[in-house]
């Protein structure tokens, strides 16, 4: 039987690139994975699927739309898997416009060459084709500590020029759901953790510091919440609302598993004295630094749509999945250190050193 192709863009990041694996593992499509190779973007995060000849990498840009057109030409796809994406908050509030170009721009040009594609196919494949495009929670903004969870009908407030710049594109997408019909999905979810996460996000940052003495640089206070989900969880919900969710509708995905970015932290310094005794106790090197402006407070998704319309649940639990991380960080040394030259040293060099010399020197308090 011919495997189904499917356009995914951004498939060489943290949750594209574990999404290809989970693909390719199930056998259910060919992927044509579509990146530009940002710094966030790295050909190491795939490469166990070098000899996979089911999986086609093209380095280049979802703005590209002559690109587009021809990789849709090609390889006529049954749907479109958009993770390319700005993704970092803090470089969006150093930088937005990167943010505006690809999110927003970016995201229009592949809804515009999606749609004559999409017009140009026949009966059959023109009814299953499914442009999905994958967002996050931070488009409705920051809950209060007693606030209901986020439902799919919660209002938009972004706050930060990332979270905005997702919502543009969502509003992009479901425009093109009423105006021209295209067959599009739409998923909001949380925060996500696990393998090949580039080190500049809160989990893997605080390991790879934590392992290597550095300080751990907490933002205010810490008591701002976040819900996590390991990425394995989400890439089997974006597979379940690909193949049954319904057309023009949206999913929020979470994993019920609210916690404050100082608790997470403790935790990682608990598993790190487990497995380096003789660095004990690694709390002493958290710092509180400069808070993070516009910082949401708290975010928490009620995904009880994913639960109800598709079968589908959380199964990683949290002590779990942060003990599994922290294993396949220390495990892939190789992986951290190929990811966080260049830009990566340059990033951290100016986003910590602006916050102050606890973020630099630590043990500040
Ligand atoms: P990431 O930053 O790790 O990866 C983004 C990928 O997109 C990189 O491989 C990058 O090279 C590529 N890219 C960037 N600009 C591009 C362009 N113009 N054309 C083609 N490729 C481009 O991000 P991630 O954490 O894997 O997030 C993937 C998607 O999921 C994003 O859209 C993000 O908004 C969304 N999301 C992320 C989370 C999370 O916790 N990480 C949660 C919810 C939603
Ligand atoms: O909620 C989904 C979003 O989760 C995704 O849409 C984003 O792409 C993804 O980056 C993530 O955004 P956050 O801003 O929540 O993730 P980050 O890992 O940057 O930060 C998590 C929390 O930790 C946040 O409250 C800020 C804080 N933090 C982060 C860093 C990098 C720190 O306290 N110190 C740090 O050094």
């Known amino acids: 039987m011919q495997l189904p192709n ?21 056998g259910c499509a060919r992927i044509i994975n579509l990146d530009k190779l940002t710094y966030a973007g790295h050909l190491e995060n795939l490469a166990d ?10 380095r280049g840009d979802i703005g590209d739309a002559t690109l587009i057109d021809s990789l849709l030409r090609e390889h ?30 970016g995201t229009h040009t592949l809804l515009q060459c999606a749609l004559s594609y999409w017009k140009s196919l026949g009966g059959g494949r023109a009814a299953g084709f499914r442009f999905l495009h994958v967002s996050t929670d931070e488009v ?49 979810c949380s925060n996500n953790y696990g393998p090949y996460q580039h080190p500049e996000k809160l989990i893997p940052l605080m390991i790879e510091n934590g392992r290597s003495g550095r300080p751990l640089p907490v933002y205010g206070d810490g008591r701002q919440v976040r819900d996590w989900l390991y990425v394995q969880d989400h890439c089997d919900a974006l597979r379940l609302v690909l193949e049954r969710g319904r057309a023009g509708e949206t999913y929020n995905i979470g994993g019920d598993c609210e916690c404050a970015n100082l608790d997470i932290v403790s935790s990682l310094c608990r598993l790190l004295d487990d497995m380096y005794p003789k660095d004990a106790p690694h709390a002493k090197l958290i710092a509180h630094v400069a808070d993070r402006p516009g910082h949401d407070r708290r975010y928490a998704i009620d995904a009880s749509k ?8 959380p ?44 973020a630099v020197n630590g043990g500040i308090k």
Not at 76 to 83: D, E, H, K, L, Y
Not at 98 to 105: D, K, S
Not at 148 to 154: C, H, L
Not at 306 to 313: K, S
């Open 6 to 26: 499917w356009l995914v863009t951004g498939g060489a990041g943290f949750i594209g690139s574990n999404f290809v694996r989970s693909v390719r593992r199930a």
């Open 49 to 58: 699927l070098a000899d996979d000849r089911d999986h086609v990498f093209v």
């Open 76 to 105: 006529q796809p049954a749907a479109i898997v958009n993770f390319a994406a700005e993704s970092h908050v803090d470089r969006s509030i150093t930088g937005p416009q990167e943010f505006i170009q690809t999110n927003v721009v």
């Open 140 to 188: 409705y903004g920051s809950l209060g500590p007693h606030d209901p969870p986020f439902t799919e009908d919660s209002q938009y407030r972004p706050n930060s020029p990332y979270a905005a710049s997702k919502a543009a594109a969502d509003h992009l997408v479901r425009a093109y759901h009423q105006t021209f019909g295209l067959a599009t999905l739409t998923t909001n």
């Open 306 to 313: 994913m639960r109800r319309e598709l079968g589908w649940h």
């Open 315 to 358: 199964r990683t639990g949290f002590d779990d999945g942060l003990a599994c991380t922290l294993r396949w960080y220390a495990e892939h040394a190789d992986w951290v250190a190929a990811v966080s030259t260049g830009a990566h040293e340059r990033w951290i060099e100016a986003n910590y050193v602006r916050r102050g010399p606890a």
